[in-house]
Nanobody
Framework: QVQLAESGGGLVQAGGSLRLSCAASGRTTFSYYAMGWFRQAPGKDRELVASIDWNGDRTYFADFAKGRFTISRDNAKETVTLQLNALKPEDTAVYYC??????????????????WGQGTRVTVSS
């Protein structure tokens, strides 16, 4: 089992950037996990932002994230990072780190992920 802890959220003006980090811990091998970031805005369903496979070779981005956000991982440090650039007020949400133990496929659906962090809040002011 793995525990996930997000950090890096905060308040930023539109057009600014934030770097979200997720640290994994527990009796597990991080490199066996596909990882992802979801977000949930007030009154809306949780949605995928991006996901990354076990070694970083494959990534997937939601349309709203393409060209603005990047996802990366460091298996040695057991971390996954979501870089948020050109932020917009509509990016305001709680961002969640998630993981699933697989090397066979790249999860992109909420139901395909097993472990979740508590979330970090991102607020973008106009």
């Amino acid at each position: 089992q793995v525990q996930l802890a997000e950090s890096g959220g905060g308040l930023v003006q539109a057009g600014g950037s934030l770097r979200l980090s997720c640290a994994a811990s527990g009796r597990t091998t991080f490199s066996y996990y596909a990882m992802g970031w979801f977000r949930q805005a007030p009154g809306k369903d949780r949605e995928l932002v991006a996901s990354i496979d076990w070694n970083g070779d494959r990534t997937y981005f939601a349309d709203f994230a393409k060209g603005r956000f990047t996802i990366s991982r460091d298996n040695a440090k057991e971390t996954v990072t979501l870089q948020l650039n050109a932020l917009k007020p509509e990016d305001t949400a709680v961002y969640y780190c998630t993981g699933h133990p697989t090397r066979r496929f790249l999860p992109t659906r909420e139901s395909e992920f097993t472990y979740w962090g508590q979330g970090t809040r991102v607020t973008v002011s106009s």
